[in-house]
């Protein structure tokens, strides 16, 4: 099974992705996580990329793509599959990324989207930010990513939409059952 998990700053993705790598063995592959990481290694994609993550913009596409596609190849080569949360952050990364992964057989069966309304967005984040101490959750950075979010990432929702792979899931209720509604969301795939 191979999934992506879109969503706004707050929806989800990650406890969803943890829970969905568990439940079906897949590599949970978090494209935040895998910058912070490179970040902190001060790598040279690390350095390009920790300016734009401490204003809460897009990283370059081409930085994002160098780093997430070989990680996601790998995991379908190792027969795992995937659940991707947080890439593509546009339909440009979209479609690089598609043509990338095609040749590996790694595009996704379906695209989970979290849907959350703005102020129980802004909560979380900002609940995140006291527990886990993340530099990039200040409420400047949290408005940015979320206009940054609106701007760029929110058209993929169109864009998989008309490819037949959208799979909408309200996101505003208990992760239970936000994690049950994706269960029932990707249920076909996981029989198949």
Request: net charge negative; glycine share 10%; no cysteine.
């Amino acid at each position: 099974m191979k999934l992506l998990l879109i969503g706004p700053p707050g929806s989800g993705k990650g406890t969803q992705g943890d829970r969905l790598a568990q439940r079906f063995g897949l590599a949970h592959i978090a494209a935040g996580d895998l910058l912070r990481a490179e970040v902190q290694a001060r790598t040279p994609i690390g350095r390009a990329a920790a300016a734009y993550l401490d204003r809460g913009d897009l990283v370059p596409d081409e930085v994002v793509i160098e780093l997430v596609v070989p990680v996601v190849i790998k995991a379908v080569e190792e027969g795992k599959g995937y659940v991707l949360d947080g890439f593509p952050r546009s339909v440009g990364q979209a479609k690089v990324a598609r043509g990338q992964v095609e040749e590996a057989g790694a595009t996704p069966d379906a695209v989970i989207y979290l849907d959350v309304s703005r102020e129980e967005l802004v909560r979380r984040i900002l609940a995140r930010a006291t527990i886990e101490g993340r530099s990039d959750d200040t409420a400047e950075v949290v408005r940015n990513r979320l206009h940054v979010f609106d701007e760029a990432t929110h058209p993929l929702v169109d864009y998989y939409r008309d490819r037949g792979l959208l799979r909408v899931v309200d996101a505003n209720r208990s992760e239970d059952e936000v994690a049950a509604d994706i269960l029932a969301a990707v249920g076909d795939l996981a029989e198949g």
